[in-house]
């Protein structure tokens, strides 16, 4: 069974960059037609999609953070990562990585990694 | 806001049946299958049903889902305290080339 595990800083100041890997143990991220996703979620709110991203490189971003996301692959350190600028308070969330397939069958997730916003 | 609506919260009691509804529209799920999440409180959250109707090795046939033109439902029966979390409905959205979450729906077992 696939396992993921977000790592990054827990504190970003902002209008600087936010940076998360995301590590896929269990399985090779290069393996089947899987779509390796990032979703988060405000403390006491709802979730969001940010984006995801197939192993030859192509991307599909949430529209409403898409100048300001980019998703990235590295298959030989079976590894994936989010970056997202320019934040603000607004971007404190849990991050998660997942592995997508069909659509927005997202499975499994995550454990989630706390990034705040704060100088 | 959502595109796709799901009443805030639900309750019912244990031994009881409960629906979530989740409403969108033509670009979602009136074109593409629904997936259900559940998050238990302090949890990732965790595939419940995909395909509309279909459930993953593990989830309790208790729960099922349906999907009828732009709203699909959530049903869970013989209720349990440890059913208490919250119920997200998801959809890919083709205007959007992305997928998109319900608001949430907060089940509580009286």
């Known amino acids: 069974q696939v396992r993921l595990q977000e790592s990054g800083p827990g504190l970003v100041k902002p209008s600087q960059t936010l940076s998360l890997t995301c590590t896929v143990s269990?399985?090779?991220?290069?393996?089947?037609?899987?779509?390796w996703t990032w979703i988060r979620q405000p403390a006491g709110k709802g979730l969001e999609w940010i984006g995801r991203i197939y192993i030859s490189g192509s991307t599909n971003y949430n529209p409403s953070l898409k100048s300001r996301v980019i998703i990235s692959i590295d298959t030989s350190r079976n590894q994936f990562s989010l970056k997202l600028n320019s934040v603000t308070a607004a971007d404190t969330a849990v991050y998660y990585c997942a592995k997508g397939t069909d659509y927005a069958r997202i499975d499994p997730w995550g454990q989630g990694i706390l990034v705040t916003v704060s100088s | 806001q959502s595109l796709l609506t799901q009443p805030p919260s639900a309750s019912e009691t244990p031994g009881q049946r409960v629906t979530i509804s989740c409403s969108g529209s033509?670009?979602?799920?009136?074109?593409?299958?629904v997936f259900w999440y559940q998050q238990l409180p302090g949890t990732a959250p965790k595939l419940l049903i995909y395909?509309?109707?279909q459930r993953p090795s593990g989830v309790p046939d208790r729960f099922s889902g349906s999907k009828s033109g732009t709203s699909a439902s959530l049903a869970i029966s013989g209720l349990r305290s440890e059913d208490e979390a919250d119920y997200y409905c998801a959809a890919w959205d083709d205007s959007l080339s992305g997928a998109v979450f319900g608001g949430g729906t907060k089940l509580t077992v009286l």
């Open positions: 395909r509309n109707t």
């Open positions: 269990g399985g090779s991220i290069n393996s089947g037609y899987y779509f």
């Open positions: 033509s670009s979602n799920i009136g074109r593409n299958y």
